[in-house]
């Protein structure tokens, strides 16, 4: 099992971006997903979560800007950002329980996809 990450890049401040978390493997289902992001000098912090049942939760600091989504038959996450500022600028990463098979045994594990690179600048 494995989660890539993609959809980073350079960005002007009040643009967008939309990263994409995929799931890969012999999956069952993605369970809890999250978004974290890891700026230059600072810890990793969480940005936002999703449940399995759809429950979403934001960090104060892209509240009303970004939007965290999953589209389970892709076995895929998204996070839409909108308005981009400069401190928005950092690695992102991906992270999630999955539900998945080996050797015929189900089992469940979090895994964390590799960052993607956000800069805000002009």
């Known amino acids: 099992v494995q989660l890539q990450a993609s959809g980073g890049g350079l960005v002007q401040p009040g643009g967008s971006l939309r990263l994409s978390c995929a799931a890969s493997?012999?999956?069952?289902?993605?369970?809890?997903a999250r978004w974290y992001r890891q700026a230059p000098g600072n810890q990793r912090e969480l940005v936002s979560s999703?449940?399995?049942?759809?429950?979403?939760n934001y960090a104060d600091a892209v509240k009303g800007r970004f939007t965290i989504s999953r589209d389970n038959a892709k076995n895929m996450v998204y996070l839409q950002m909108n308005s981009l500022k400069p401190e928005d600028t950092a690695v992102y990463y991906c992270?999630?329980?999955?539900?998945?098979?080996?050797?015929?045994?189900?089992?469940?594990?979090?895994?964390w996809g590799q960052g993607t690179e956000v800069t805000v600048s002009s």
């Open positions: 493997g012999r999956i069952v289902s993605i369970n809890g």
């Open positions: 999703i449940s399995s049942g759809g429950t979403t």
């Open positions: 992270n999630a329980e999955i539900s998945a098979v080996d050797r015929d045994i189900l089992y469940e594990k979090n895994y």
